[in-house]
């Protein structure tokens, strides 16, 4: 069993199809860091919400929990996610043709552009709730944390399930809430708006949490943790003049807005965040140490590791593998042109979920050393 008291936390953010990539980043550290969950405190939204549920149910050994997540990443489908066959999405496609000038005959619009009942089919399969609360009860497992968006107030809410753990919190547009964390949380963190449906808990409806997630490092700095470890669903390089864009004068879609505001959801939030964090950081390194116990605020360590490539190039390699009524769907919203970014979330198909799996793992293989280091299992 980890000693809890290193309060390391696993910040896993959202991202769709994109999720892939944090299971090859965890794989090739499990290999290395074999034995219990080197993270006392795991946390996510979204995607992110499944990948840390599953790490979770596993805390008493990591290299299981990655093997459980890579064997249900590579074998996914998007028929598994949502439903794709060609009957379903075309009747999907017209009832939303003919909801607005039919609304006044009693004609309704879908809830969401895809039905993503497969996925609680799936999760209900894989996601083990009562196993996560034995791993708390054993001490493998300090904290375990989801975040979804609530449609009635507009608040970002983080369930958390823990012992030893602080008491529910409140700041402006985000709190914390106690809960025994089971498939309908992680549903409601992972409903992308407007594409999956909205979940409802207790008498709200909640969907994903990235939405309104503008802390998304503050659940795990809640829990108790002093180091964090990230892993983004971007890579770092600013777009240039050579990027696969579309032409300048073309309107952008709806297909391309939708595609950019996943972006900004679930990435831009992260690294602002990390930034805020560094300038706190800089901040109590300048204080006088009697200052600086007067303060409530700690110093937080973190570490990244994000995608080497462009993700949205390497969905690009892949559109040949989107089921037909998917691609038609997608092409009728304009979200099957360059820069493919509504593809990167939503292409759950083996080889582009197997590219993503590989490029984390080699990405996690060239940090290695620090990645030891940090957990606290380096030399």
């Known amino acids: 069993m980890e000693d809890l008291t290193l309060s390391a936390g696993l910040v896993l953010s959202g991202g769709g199809a994109r999720g892939a990539y944090q299971v090859g980043v965890l794989s090739a550290l499990a290999d290395a860091a074999p034995g219990p969950t080197p993270f006392p405190v795991i946390t996510g939204v979204s995607v992110g919400a499944i990948n840390a549920a599953v790490l979770a149910e596993q805390a008493d050994d990591f290299r299981r929990g990655t093997d459980k997540l890579e064997a249900l990443w590579r074998s996914l489908t998007c028929s598994q996610v949502f439903r794709s ?9 017209s009832r939303w043709g003919f909801a607005l000038p039919l609304g006044w005959a009693g004609v309704t619009a879908p809830k969401s552009l895809l039905d993503a009942s497969p996925l609680g089919d799936l999760l209900r399969k894989q996601v083990d709730g009562p196993r996560i609360a034995a791993m708390i009860d054993e001490g493998f497992l300090k904290a375990f944390a989801v975040t979804a968006s609530s449609y009635a107030t507009g608040d970002s809410i983080t369930f958390f399930q823990g012992r030893g753990t602080s008491p529910d919190w409140a700041r402006a547009k985000r ?3 106690a809960a025994t964390i089971g498939v309908e949380h ?6 992308l708006p407007g594409v999956f449906q909205a979940q409802r808990l207790g008498k709200f409806w909640y969907g994903d949490g990235a939405l309104r997630q503008t802390a998304p490092l503050s659940p795990a700095i809640r829990l108790g ?21 579309p032409e300048a004068e073309e309107y952008p879609s709806i297909g391309v807005l939708g595609g950019q505001l996943l972006d900004i959801v679930f990435n831009d939030n992260l690294d602002a965040d990390r930034e805020r964090l560094g300038r706190i950081n800089a901040t109590l390194e300048a204080m006088i140490p009697e200052r600086r116990a007067m303060t409530r605020l700690k110093a937080i360590d973190t570490l990244m590791v994000r ?6 190039f390497v969905a690009g390699d892949h ?7 998917v ?3 997608l092409g ?8 493919y970014v509504l593809p990167s979330y939503l292409t759950f198909e083996k080889g582009y979920i197997s590219a993503l799996i590989d490029m984390g793992r080699r990405d996690a293989e060239a940090q290695m050393p620090e990645l030891l280091r940090f957990i606290g299992r380096g030399g």
């Open 327 to 329: 691609k038609f769907v």
């Open 175 to 177: 709190s914390g809430e």
């Open 332 to 339: 009728a919203i304009g979200g099957m042109q360059a820069p």
């Open 307 to 312: 995608p080497s490539e462009d993700v949205r």
């Open 85 to 93: 066959d060609a009957l379903h999405l075309l009747g999907r496609l």
């Open 319 to 325: 559109l040949d593998e989107i089921p037909p009524a």
């Open 225 to 245: 943790c002093d180091r964090l470890f990230l892993i983004a669903a971007r890579d770092g390089t600013p777009d240039t003049e050579d990027d696969p864009v």
């Open 186 to 191: 992680i549903l409601a963190s992972a409903a």
